[in-house]
């Protein structure tokens, strides 16, 4: 089945550490984009992109860091820098850049020790 | 920035009744997407409807319809039937036609399905 897997699940983390959140799609999709979620807040884009070796920065994107190696991943790194990482994180794809609707994988929980 | 407002952070509704939860969006662009998304206590966003702004007709998708108003920038979604799995978290978004858009998401309405 085509779909979108993020992994891990639930991931902790001591202040001051690196952590990569992966995400792999096979639905052939060109676009693909990371959110943030918070209680009250909807979802905030914090990068997206539209082929392989080509990203751009979302409205929330200090202290984050992605790669797009190749069509299927684009992982996420929440880096020491970004103030307050605690928070679900859903990663999402769409055919391309310019139509159609979001599918989602089934999220990060990144807890801060 | 587009801008997606959803007025009610929560409502709730009896089995078998109809409950419609309200949209409102700001752009000055003529032609883009509307969707409506249902996130359960899984936590995955599941796709429940979508709406072209060039198309007048309402979408529909079995017991779930909007209500798009586009000169009041207005597009809520109407439950009918309401069963104890529709009970979730659910997100109006927009998505601008243009090159390289973005999705911008309201801030959600919680539906509680009482039995």
């Known amino acids: 089945d085509g779909g979108i897997t993020q992994s891990p699940k639930y991931l902790f983390r001591k202040e001051g550490q690196n952590v990569t959140l992966s995400c792999e799609q096979n639905?052939?999709?060109?676009?693909m984009y990371w959110y943030r979620q918070d209680p009250g807040q909807g979802l905030r884009l914090i990068y997206y992109?539209?082929?392989?070796?080509?990203?751009q920065k979302g409205d929330i994107a200090e202290g984050y860091s992605v790669s797009r190696e190749k069509k299927e991943s684009f992982p996420l790194t929440v880096t020491s820098a970004q103030k307050n990482p605690t928070a679900f994180y859903l990663c999402?794809?769409?055919?391309?850049?310019?139509?159609?609707?979001?599918?989602f994988g089934e999220g990060s929980r990144l807890t801060v020790l | 920035a587009q801008t997606v407002t959803q007025s009610q952070p929560e409502m709730s509704v009896q089995e078998a009744e109809t409950v419609t939860l309200s949209c409102t969006y700001d752009?000055?662009?003529?032609?883009?997407?509307l969707f409506w998304y249902k996130q359960p206590p899984s936590r995955q966003m599941i796709l429940v409807i979508r709406?072209?702004?060039?198309?007048?007709q309402n979408a529909t998708e079995n017991r779930f319809s909007v209500n798009f108003q586009k000169a009041a920038k207005s597009f809520s979604l109407k439950i009918s039937d309401s069963q104890l799995g529709d009970a979730a978290m659910y997100f109006c978004?927009?998505?601008?036609?243009?090159?390289?858009?973005?999705?911008?998401f309201g801030t959600g309405t919680s539906l509680t399905v009482i039995p």
């Open positions: 752009t000055s662009e003529s032609d883009y997407y």
């Open positions: 992109s539209q082929i392989v070796n080509d990203f």
């Open positions: 639905l052939n999709h060109d676009a």
């Open positions: 709406q072209e702004a060039y198309k007048q």
């Open positions: 978004a927009y998505r601008s036609n243009m090159a390289g858009n973005q999705f911008y």
């Open positions: 999402a794809s769409s055919i391309n850049v310019n139509t159609g609707e979001l599918f």
